[in-house]
């Protein structure tokens, strides 16, 4: 069984940055990509970034290139998130999956999901 823990989240202020793992168990990590969303209060879930099983591809949504960056350490089964120049849009609470096939930039492209990690950035 796949189990996803997202860490890191927290409050900071604009333009301060913060950095989110996702620990993956359950499954040969490099054979399949991940991706991160996000959901903010009253909003639907959002993609924001993916990275393919040997973290030679990556994907972000528009609103993130530039000021985020995702990455792997297959050797720790760990995908992170790095998030730079935070903007108050920017908060929501944030889920890693796993990738089975597809549109990176879809959720129904992901099968498991992690509990979420709650990013708060104060103007």
């Known amino acids: 069984q796949v189990q996803l823990v997202e860490s890191g989240g927290g409050l900071v202020q604009a333009g301060g940055s913060l950095s989110l793992s996702c620990a993956a168990s359950?499954?040969?990590?490099?054979?399949?990509?991940m991706g991160w969303f996000r959901q903010a209060p009253g909003k639907e879930r959002e993609f924001v970034a993916a990275?393919?099983?040997?973290?030679?591809?990556?994907y972000y949504v528009d609103s993130t290139k530039g000021r985020f960056t995702i990455s792997r350490d297959n050797a720790k089964n760990t995908v992170y998130l790095q998030m730079n120049r935070l903007k108050p849009e920017d908060t929501a609470v944030y889920y890693c999956?796993?990738?089975?096939?597809?549109?990176?930039?879809?959720?129904?492209?992901?099968?498991?999901w992690g509990q979420g990690t709650q990013v708060t950035v104060s103007s």
């Open positions: 999956a796993t990738h089975w096939g597809g549109d990176y930039y879809k959720g129904y492209s992901y099968d498991h």
């Open positions: 990275i393919n099983g040997n973290g030679a591809a990556t």
């Open positions: 359950g499954r040969t990590f490099s054979n399949y990509a």
